[in-house]
C-alpha cells in the first residue's frame, strides 16, 4: 500500500507523539520511585498542565467556546474516571515497571468494543470477536492466573483499562464538535481540585525540590507536546495507519526497563505482549473496515489525550 505525503506525516506524528508520551511517563516512574505518590504527581502536573492549556487556548478550541458547552456533567465524570486512572497507572509504572504496566493498559480497545456492543448496540462480527478473544488470551498469558502469586497491582491496570474503555464511550457521546479544549481543561481543574484535597488535606504533602520541579516541567512538556502531535496526526490520516503506532510505546517501555532499571520482561509477558499488539492492531483495521473509530484515546496520559 503506497502512502501519500500526509499519511506518511501522520504517521511521523503519531510515532513521535507516542514516544513523547512515554518519555514523560519515564519521568513519573523516576519521581514514583523517588517517593512521590500518585496524588502528589497529579496535583503538581495538572498545575504544569493549566498554564500550557491558557498558552494553547487560541490553537485547541478557545476558552469561550469551551465553557459554552452543553456537556459540562459528561466531562466532569470523565475527569473523576480520569483521576482513578491517572491514580492506577503511575502506580503501576512503579510496582510493574513501564513494560508491563503498557501491556495491561493495552487491554483498553477490546473493553471499549465490547462496551460498544453492550451499550452503543454497535455490531460485532466474527473478525472482531475473534480479535478480542485473542487479546485477552494475551492478558492471560501475561498474568498466568494459578500458576504465579495474584498480583492486586496488574488486576487493578486491567480495571484501569476498562475505566478508559468507558471514558471512551463518553468521549464519544459528547461527540467530535466539541472544542480539543474541553476534553483537556475540565479535567485539569478537576484534577487540581481533588487530587489537591487529597493531596494537602493531613498538612503531609511531598513538596518538590529544585529537580523535581524540571521532571514535573519536562513531563507536562512532553505530555502536552505528544497530545497535539497525535491529535494532529489522526486529523491528518486514517484511523487505521496511524493508530497501531500507538503500541511504539511498549517498545520504549521495555527499552527503558531493561537500559535504565535492569529489568527484563519474562518469555510469557513477551508472549502475551505480542498477542496483545497484534489482536489490538487487527481490532483497528477491522474497526477502520466498519468506519468507526474508537483507538484515538487509549492511554490516559497528558492533557491533551482525548480519551
Not at 499519511?7 to 510515532?15: H, Q, T, V
Not at 512538556?221 to 503500541?247: C, E, K, N, Q, W
Not at 497484534?278 to 490516559?300: C, D, F, M, P
Request: aromatic share 14%; net charge neutral; with cysteine.
Amino acid at each position: 500500500m503506497s502512502l501519500d505525503i500526509k499519511e506518511k506525516k501522520g504517521i511521523m506524528l503519531s510515532l513521535g507523539g507516542f514516544s513523547l508520551f512515554a518519555i514523560g511517563d519515564l519521568f513519573i516512574k523516576f519521581l514514583a520511585d523517588d517517593g512521590f505518590k500518585a496524588v502528589e504527581i497529579a496535583f503538581f502536573l495538572n498545575m504544569f498542565y493549566l498554564p500550557f492549556l491558557l498558552l494553547l487556548s487560541p490553537i485547541i478550541g478557545g476558552i469561550k467556546a469551551t465553557l459554552r458547552t452543553e456537556n459540562l456533567w459528561l466531562h466532569v465524570l470523565r475527569s473523576l474516571l480520569g483521576v482513578c486512572i491517572f491514580v492506577i497507572n503511575v502506580t503501576a509504572f512503579q510496582k510493574l515497571g513501564l513494560s508491563m504496566a503498557y501491556t495491561l493498559i493495552f487491554a483498553a480497545p477490546f473493553f471499549a468494543t465490547i462496551l460498544s456492543f453492550l451499550v452503543l448496540k454497535d455490531k460485532i462480527h466474527m473478525h472482531r470477536w475473534s480479535a478480542i478473544i485473542l487479546g485477552f488470551v494475551g492478558v492471560i498469558v501475561v498474568l498466568r492466573p494459578g500458576s504465579v502469586p495474584l498480583d492486586p497491582i496488574a488486576y487493578a491496570v486491567l480495571f484501569g483499562a476498562f475505566l478508559i474503555a468507558v471514558n471512551h464511550l463518553i468521549v464519544r457521546k459528547i461527540g467530535e464538535d466539541e472544542p480539543l479544549m474541553a476534553f483537556s481543561l475540565f479535567g485539569c481543574i478537576i484534577g487540581l481540585q481533588v487530587f489537591g484535597v487529597l493531596n494537602f488535606w493531613d498538612g503531609e504533602s511531598n513538596i518538590p525540590s529544585h529537580s523535581d520541579w524540571l521532571y514535573f516541567f519536562i513531563i507536562a512538556l512532553f505530555h502536552m507536546a505528544g497530545g497535539l502531535m497525535t491529535a494532529r496526526a489522526f486529523s491528518m490520516a486514517d484511523t487505521a495507519i496511524v493508530a497501531p503506532f500507538h503500541y511504539v510505546q511498549l517498545l520504549w517501555g521495555t527499552g527503558f526497563g531493561i537500559v535504565i532499571f535492569a529489568t527484563v520482561p519474562d518469555i510469557w509477558t513477551g508472549l502475551g505482549a505480542l498477542i496483545i499488539v497484534s489482536s489490538g492492531v487487527y481490532l483497528i483495521y477491522r474497526e477502520h473496515v466498519k468506519k468507526q473509530n474508537i483507538t484515538t484515546g487509549i492511554t490516559a496520559h497528558g492533557a491533551l489525550d482525548q480519551d
